[in-house]
C-alpha cells in the first residue's frame, strides 16, 4: 500500500469524514486519517478546523504518529493559539522521556511553534535539554535557542540562554559546538554591537579544533563565523591560516568556499614578502579550478565568487585560464559567467587563445551568449593594447557573416575601439558602412551614426549617409536622435560649405518638432554656439575627447571589499550587499576587509576599518522614551543633525568659493555661504547665480542691520556682512531596512525667518510608494510641518525625491528629553514608520534677536547668577571679527566687543521662537583656539544646546 | 538560513511544502511557480530573486526541488543540501519521481525535520539516519543502548559509521573511475584536456577499520625517493601530477595536508573516497580527425576518421561518434567500415556506433549530407564532433599502490581482506570541432 492516495481525496464533505475518523479508536484509521490530513496542508487546502481533533492524537506512544500531529501543530499553531497552549503538557512531559530521540523531538518542535503562551512553557525544558547527557538533545537545543531569540528575543537573555549557549562552544562533541556556534551567529548579527560571540584567541582554538572533527555543515558554521573575527597581528592570521587550507580539499564546495574566504579575508593581513604569502596564493587556484567540476548549480555559484577573486587578486588564477573555456553543453547561466572571467583573466599572454575561443563562441546559438561574446572581444582589444589590431579583424570577420545581431553588437564595440585608440583603424569604416542598412537597433544606430559624424571628413558621402537617417528621425530612439544631431553639427564643422542646408534641417527638427526636453535643449545649444561663434562651437564640439578605460566594468573596490567578506553567501552571488536584499535588521552589519598591513600596500584599501570598531561618527543612541515610540526609536539612527562638523578647506577664496559654494549645496553638502569678509559684494551677484533655483541654497541675504552701527560696534567692515544659516549635511534618518524599502535622509534649514525640513525620500523597496504624509509628535519648540507633505507623483523603485517642508512653530508643546529631540512619523502606503532625531537650536534663533546695548546691560545684571553657564570651544581658529560675523549669519548677534587685556570679549544676543532671550559672553584670546562662552538664560536647560549651536556653527 | 523547502512536480503542483522560518509565507510557494516553472523562457539562473525572497532549485528528472530564503544565506551550502537531499531520498526510495515522492511524502517530511533543524542543515549521512528513520515507520521500540547508540552516531566524530559490524569475509572493492573531457581544435590541437577522477571504494569490514590509501601521487613518491636517486627517476615516470583532490568527510584533511597520507575509517558499503583532477600528460584514448567540405549551396561532405592510441591488447568498449548536421539536411548517405552508422534527424546528428575497438587501430566514416536551400542567411554553427567510450584502464595513469587495512581491536589483518581494484575511463566531454 502507497501514500500517494491520501493526495487523490478532493471530494466534498471531507473535513467531517476526517474529523470522523481522526476520533476514531483504531490507531491504525488515526494515523491514516492524520496523513491525509497533512497531505491537504501540503496541496494547500486549509485544514485548521480540525486543530482540536489532530491535537488529541498526540498523546501517543507511537512515534510516527506523534511526528505528523507536530508537523500540524507547527503549520497552524499561530492560527489557533489558544488551542496550542492544549498540546503544552505533552511537549513538557516528552521533554523529559527517557528516549533521547524523544526528547530532541519534543523541544525541536516545540521551538517551531511561534505562540507567545508557549515560548513561557518553554523556558524550563529547554534549560533542561542544553544541560542534557545526551549530545544529540544538546545540539538541538543550541538551535532552539536561535528559534526562541527569533520569537522573544528579550527573553532569551533574561533567561540567561545566551551564556549557556556560549558555555556550550567548549563543549565535547563537535556536533554540539558547530550548532552552538550557528545559532550565536544568528543572534549576533541582530545585535551586531554586542560582542556575543566573544571571538579570542582561545575560542578561536576551540573552533579550529572542532573544525576537524565535525560533519561537513558544521564545519561551514564555523569557517563563516571564522571569517568574522579579525586576527590581532600577522602571526596570528597566518597560524589560523594554516590550520584552515587543509579544509581546501573537502569533497563539499561550500566547506570550500567558506575557507576561502577566511583565506582571501585574513590574506589581507599578510606581508606580500612572506614566503607564506605565495604558498597560500598558489594553494588557492586549484581547489577554486575543482569547484568548476561540481554540478551545473554549483559551478555558477563558484563562478560568481571567482569573478570577485579574480578580481581582488588577479594573480590567483592567471594561469588557468582554459579551465573557463565554455563547453557546447554548459547551461547558459554558466556560459555567461565563464565568459566574463575570460575577460578579466585576458592578458597579452593568452590572448590569442581567447581570441580564437570568443571567434568560435560567436557563432553559437543563444543570442545572449553571442552579443556577449562580441562584446568580450571589443573588450579584449581595449584591455590589452597589443591585441586591438587581431580583435579588430575578428570583428571585420564576424561582420562578414551577416548574421544580423551579430553585426550589429560588433559595430557597438568597434565604436568603443576607435574611443580607445582614435584614428588607427579608420580603414574598416568602408566595411562597416555597407552594413547601414541592416542595423536596427537604437545602440547600433548610434553608434554607426558616432563613427560617420566621427570620422566625417575621411568618409565622402558622409553627408548622405547621415541624410538618410535623418528621413525617419522622429520614430528614431532618443538615443539616435541625439546622437544624429551631434554627428551632423561635426560633419558640418568639418565640411561646413555642402552641408548648411542638412544642418539647419537637424536644427529645426530637433528644436521645434521634437517634445523632447534633451534633445531641444542640445539642439539651441548647438544652434546658439554656431549661430555666435562658430570658432568656439568648434573648440567645443570637436574637442579631444577623454579616452575610454579599460576598467569600465570592474566592481568599485569598497564594494569588492565587502563582497570578499561575503564569500559563497547569496550576496557574492547576486554581487549586491546583503542590505540591498535582505530585508530588516538581520545580516546587514557592514563588513569589511582588516587594514592591509606592511607600508606598501597601505593604499589599496584606506577605507578597510576593523569591524567592530564603530566609526567614530557614530552618534549616540537616543534615550528611548517611554510612550508607545519607544521600542521603535531604541534602534540606532543615522547620525543626528548636530552631529559630526562636516570638514571643509579653511577659508575659500571669491571664485573658488562661488561655485564650490554652488555644488556643494546642489550635493547637500552645503556647510556654509560664501564668507562676506572675504570676498566683499561682488561674491553677493555671483551666489544669487550659482544658487539652485529651487531655494536650496542655504546662503541667504540677511539683511546687514543698520550698517552705520558697525562703527559703533567695533565691526570692521559689517557693510558686507553676508552669510547663511549653517545647514548640516543630510544625514540619514531613517534607513531602508527599517521601513520596508523607505529611506529618508534629511537636513533642518533656516531661511530668511522660516524655518524646513528638508528631507530626501528614497524607495528601496521593489514596490512604488505613494500617499506620503507625515506628523510630528509633541516637542519642546512646538515645531510642526506647516504644509502637508506634498510628493506628487507615486515614488517608483530607486527613485529619490527632495522635499523641503515648511516648519512652523505653532503646535503643542511638550518638554522632551533631550530639549531638541523631534519625533516623526511618517505614513505611505505600505506602513507607517517611525523615527527622531535632534535638530539643531540655531533653526530657532529668530532674525530680531538683536538687544538694545542697554537692555542688554541691564537683563544681564538680572538674571541670577545660578542660571549662568560656562562652556569651552575648542579648536576654533577664527578671529573676533570673523566669529562675530559667522555667527550672525545664524541669527546670534554681537551687540559689543570690548578688549579687555589682550583678550576680546563680544556680547551677543538671540532669541528663540518662543521668545526665550539667550544673553551670551564669548572671550576670545588671539592666538588662543580655546574660547571661553558664558551664557546667562533665564530658562538654563536651553544654554548647553545654544552652546552645541555655536559649536556647530563656528566650525562649520 | 534556508527558511523553506519545497518540492514540485513538472506542473508546479507542490508536493512537499517545509517552511523553517516564519518569513516564508505561503505565497512565496506560488511565486516560485509562476515566475520559474512556468516562465515562459529557458532557466537564466539556478538563483531567483523574487520580491527579497530568493530561490534556490535544482532539478531532478521532472522534479523541482527549490530551497527559499530571505536571508544572506551561504549559497553554496544551499545547493551542496539541495543535492545531499535528493542523494538520501534516492537511498531510501531510489528514482526521485512523482510518484515516488508521493508514496513516501510522511518519509520525506521525517527526513526534513531531522536533517534540516530551524533551516541548519543537520547530519545528513544516510548510513546515521536509516539507524532510525526507516521506510516502515520509525524503529521506535529502541533498547536504551541503541537509544544511545543512535545519537552517539548522528553527532559523533564518526558520524557515517555504526559501531558492531560483523562480517565472516572481509573484502573491499576499489573502483578508479575517471572521465576523460577534450576539446580539440579542428587542426588537432590540444584546446584543452583534462581528467575529473573519482575513487569509490565499497567495503565489506568488520568492526571500526582503520584505512590507509596509497596511489602513485608525484608528491609522496618523490618525497619517498629522496634517498635513492635513481629510484626517483624511475617511479618518476610512473607517477602523476594531482592539480587538486576532495575527499570524503571521513579522510583525515589535516593529515593529508600536512603528510600527504590519505588515511580514514570508511563508511560501511559504498562511497566515494576521493575525487581527483589532472591535467598533465593525459593519455587520451581516442584522437578524431574531422573533415568538412562544403560542397556548393545543397551539399556537404564529411570523413572522420578515429584513432585508438592505447595497448593493442586493451578493448575499447560502447565507443559512440556523434557527428552534428545542419538542421537543413534533407538526406544522408554514410559508408563506415566498422560498426553501424546511422543518421537520426530528430537529434540532427549521424551517430556511429562501434561496440569494441582495439588500441592502435582506426576507422573511418564518410558521408555526404544533402541540404535544402533556405534563405535563412544565419550560417550553421557547426557544433563540435563528440565521442563517448569506455576504456579498461585510468588515462590520467594513476594506479593504486595499496590499501592498507588495520584493525586493532578485532583479529584480522590486512592479509586476510580480500581487495579488488578496476579500472575504467569513460569519456566526459570528449569533443573535436569541426
Known sequence: MTDSKYFTTTKKGEIFELKAELNSDKKEKKKEAVKKVIASMTVGKDVSALFPDVVNCMQTDNLELKKLVYLYLMNYAKSQPDMAIMAVNTFVKDCEDPNPLIRALAVRTMGCIRVDKITEYLCEPLRKCLKDEDPYVRKTAAVCVAKLHDINAQLVEDQGFLDTLKDLISDSNPMVVANAVAALSEIAESHPSSNLLDLNPQSINKLLTALNECTEWGQIFILDCLA????????????????????????????????????????????????????????????????????PELQYVALRNINLIVQ?????????????????????????????????????????QVLAELKEYATEVDVDFVRKAVRAIGRCAIKVEQSAERCVSTLLDLIQTKVNYVVQEAIVVIKDIFRKYPNKYESVIATLCENLDSLDEPEARAAMIWIVGEYAERIDNADELLESFLEGFHDESTQVQLQLLTAIVKLFLKKPTETQELVQQVLSLATQDSDNPDLRDRGYIYWRLLSTDPVAAKEVVLAEKPLISEETDLIEPTLLDELICYIGTLASVYHKPPSAFVEGSRGVVHKSLPPRTGSSESAESPEAAPTGAPPSEQPAVIPAQGDLLGDLLNLDLGPPVSGPPMTTASVQMGAVDLLGGGLDSLMGDESEGPRGDVSGSPAMGGTNFAAPPAGTMPATLSAPIGGGLGDLFDLTSGVGTLSGSYVAPKAVWLPAMKAKGLEISGTFTRQVGSISMD???TNKALQVMSDFAIQFNRNSF????????QVHAPLSPNQTVEISLPLNTVGSVMKMDPLNNLQVAVKNNIDVFYFSTLYPLHILFVEDGKMERQMFLATWK?????????????????????????????????????????????????????????????????????????????????SQHVYQAYETVLKN | MIGGLFIYNHKGEVLISRVYRDDIGRNAVDAFRVNVIHARQQVRSPVTNIARTSFFHVKRSNIWLAAVTKQNVNAAMVFEFLYKMCDVMAAYFGKISEENIKNNFVLIYELLDEILDFGYPQNSETGALKTFITQQGIKSQHTKEEQSQITSQVTGQIGWRREGIKYRRNELFLDVLESVNLLMSPQGQVLSAHVSGRVVMKSYLSGMPECKFGMNDKIVIEKQGKGTADETGKSGKQSI?????????C??????????SISFIPPDGEFELMRYRTTKDIILPFRVIPLVREVGRTKLEVKVVIKSNFKPSLLAQKIEVRIPTPLNTSGVQVICMKGKAKYKASENAIVWKIKRMAGMKESQISAEIELLPTNDKKK?????????????????????????????KLNYSDHDVIKWVRYIGRSGIYETRC
Not at chain 1, 873 to 888: G, R, W
Not at chain 2, 382 to 404: D, H, Q, T, W
Open chain 1, 228 to 295: 568574522n573575527y579579525m586576527p590581532k597581528d600577522d602571526r596570528e592570521a597566518q597560524s589560523i591560516c594554516e590550520r584552515v587550507t587543509p579544509r581546501l580539499s573537502h569533497a563539499n564546495s561550500a566547506v570550500v568556499l567558506s575557507a576561502v574566504k577566511v583565506l582571501m579575508k585574513f590574506m589581507e593581513m599578510l606581508s606580500k614578502d612572506l614566503d607564506y604569502y605565495g604558498t597560500l596564493l598558489k594553494k588557492l587556484a586549484p581547489p577554486l579550478v575543482t569547484l568548476l567540476s561540481a554540478e
Open chain 2, 380 to 408: 550553421w554553427a557547426r557544433p563540435p564532433i563528440s565521442m563517448n567510450f569506455e576504456v579498461p584502464f585510468a588515462p590520467s595513469g594513476l594506479k593504486v599502490r595499496y590499501l592498507k587495512v588495520f584493525e586493532p
Open chain 2, 241 to 249: 601530477a594531482i592539480d587538486d583532490c576532495t575527499f570524503h568527510q
Open chain 1, 782 to 789: 512646538g515645531l510642526a510641518p506647516a504644509a502637508p507633505l
Open chain 1, 759 to 761: 528631507l530626501l525620500l
Open chain 1, 312 to 352: 581582488k587578486r588577479p594573480e590567483i588564477l592567471k594561469h588557468e585560464m582554459k579551465v573557463f573555456f565554455v563547453k557546447y553543453n554548459d547551461p547558459i547561466y554558466v556560459k555567461l559567467e565563464k565568459l566574463d572571467i575570460m575577460i578579466r583573466l585576458a592578458s597579452q599572454a593568452n590572448i590569442a
Open chain 2, 251 to 260: 579522510v583525515r584533511l589535516s593529515k593529508f595536508d600536512s603528510e600527504r
Open chain 1, 862 to 942: 538680572d538674571i541670577p547668577n545660578e542660571n549662568e553657564a560656562q562652556f569651552q570651544i575648542k579648536d576654533c581658529p577664527l578671529n573676533a571679527e570673523a566669529v562675530s560675523s559667522k555667527l550672525q549669519g545664524s541669527n546670534i548677534f554681537t551687540i559689543a566687543k570690548r578688549n579687555v587685556e589682550g583678550q576680546d570679549m563680544l556680547y551677543q544676543s538671540l532669541k528663540l521662537t518662543n521668545g526665550i532671550w539667550v544673553l551670551a559672553e564669548l572671550r576670545i584670546q588671539p592666538g588662543n583656539p580655546n574660547f571661553t562662552l558664558s551664557l546667562k538664560c533665564r530658562a538654563p536647560e536651553v
